[in-house]
C-alpha cells in the first residue's frame, strides 16, 4: 500500500520570498505618497464681473466647477469688510491645471482705510483627514495699503480664535506671495474655520488699494489612510501564501514511501 507524504519544496521559499519584497517594493512606491500635498480649497476669484461683487466660491475638481486645478472642498469666503470689488488679478500662485486662464483674469480688491484695518476673509472645512496645511495668497498693496496680515483659526466653526503666523506685505506694483503655516491644532478638525485679518492700512480715500488673488490652502492626508492601504497588502500577500501552500502538492511536489 501507498502512503504520500507532502514536502515542502525549496522553490516554495523562494517564492514566498518573491512574495515579500514584491510587498516590500510597493510600500517604497506608495509610501512617498503619504507626504504628498492636496490642494484643499482654491479661490482664484474669476467667476466675476470686473466693477462687481467679487467670486467669493472655492473651485473644486468636481461639481459645479470640474476644474482640474480646483481644490477638493467646496467653500465660500465670509468677510466683515465693508468696501471692495472684483479687480483685475494676476497669474502668481495659480494652481497647476487652472482652466481659468485668463490673464490678468479677476481678483478680489480691498478698500484699505485706518477703518478698516482688521478686516478679515474666512473660509471653513471639513480638515478631519487632513495635517500640515499651509495657507497661501498672491497679492499687491498700494503704499498705503494693508501692509501687515495674520492667520487665526477656530474650531469650533467659527466661535473662538485662536491667533497663528503673521507676515509683512510689501508695497510696489508687483504681485508678491504669502505663506502662511497653519499651527498642528488645526489639523484633523471637523468644524475648521481659517481666517485672514489685514492690518497697517492708512489711505484717505475709497480706492481699493490692496488686492488678493490666487488663495491656496495645500494639506497632507492623514499618513494611516496609506498604513491602511499597506496592511491590506500585505494581508493579501499573506492569503497568497496560503494558498501556493494548498496548490503546490496537487502539482506533482509530492514524494511516495511504501509502507
Not at 509683512?168 to 475648521?192: W, Y
Not at 499618513?223 to 502538492?249: E, F, N, Y
Not at 506533482?252 to 514511501?257: A, I, K
Request: charged share 10%; aromatic share 8%.
Amino acid at each position: 500500500m501507498r502512503k504520500f507524504k507532502t514536502r515542502r519544496p525549496r522553490a516554495l521559499r523562494f517564492r514566498l520570498l518573491l512574495i515579500v519584497a514584491g510587498a516590500l517594493l510597493l510600500m517604497a512606491a506608495l509610501a512617498p505618497k503619504a507626504n504628498a500635498q492636496n490642494v484643499l480649497v482654491y479661490f482664484n476669484f474669476e467667476d466675476a464681473t470686473l466693477g462687481g461683487p467679487p467670486d467669493f466660491t472655492s473651485d473644486v475638481v468636481g461639481a459645479p466647477d470640474f476644474n482640474p486645478g480646483g481644490g477638493l472642498v467646496l467653500t465660500t469666503i465670509t468677510t466683515n469688510a465693508t468696501n471692495f470689488a472684483a479687480v483685475a488679478g494676476f497669474l502668481l500662485n495659480r494652481t497647476a491645471g487652472d482652466i481659468d486662464t485668463a490673464n490678468p483674469g479677476l481678483a478680489g480688491g480691498f478698500r484699505t482705510t485706518p477703518a478698516d484695518n482688521g478686516s478679515y476673509i474666512q473660509f471653513g472645512l471639513n480638515a478631519t483627514a487632513f495635517s500640515n496645511m499651509s495657507l497661501s495668497f498672491a497679492y499687491t498693496t498700494a503704499g498705503n495699503g494693508f501692509n501687515t496680515v495674520q492667520l487665526f483659526y477656530s474650531t469650533d466653526g467659527g466661535l473662538n480664535f485662536t491667533p497663528g503666523p503673521s507676515a509683512p506685505m510689501l508695497t510696489g506694483g508687483q504681485p508678491h506671495l504669502v505663506t502662511l503655516a497653519v499651527p498642528v491644532g488645526a489639523d484633523h478638525q471637523a468644524n475648521l474655520v481659517l481666517r485672514l485679518v489685514f492690518n497697517g492700512g492708512t489711505s484717505m480715500g475709497n480706492n481699493l488699494q490692496t488686492i488678493i488673488d490666487n488663495i491656496q490652502l495645500v494639506g497632507v492626508p492623514e499618513p494611516t489612510t496609506v498604513a491602511g492601504g499597506l496592511l491590506g497588502l500585505l494581508g493579501l500577500c499573506w492569503h497568497q501564501r496560503r494558498r501556493i501552500r494548498l496548490i503546490l502538492p496537487r502539482c506533482g511536489f509530492l514524494r511516495s514511501r511504501r509502507a
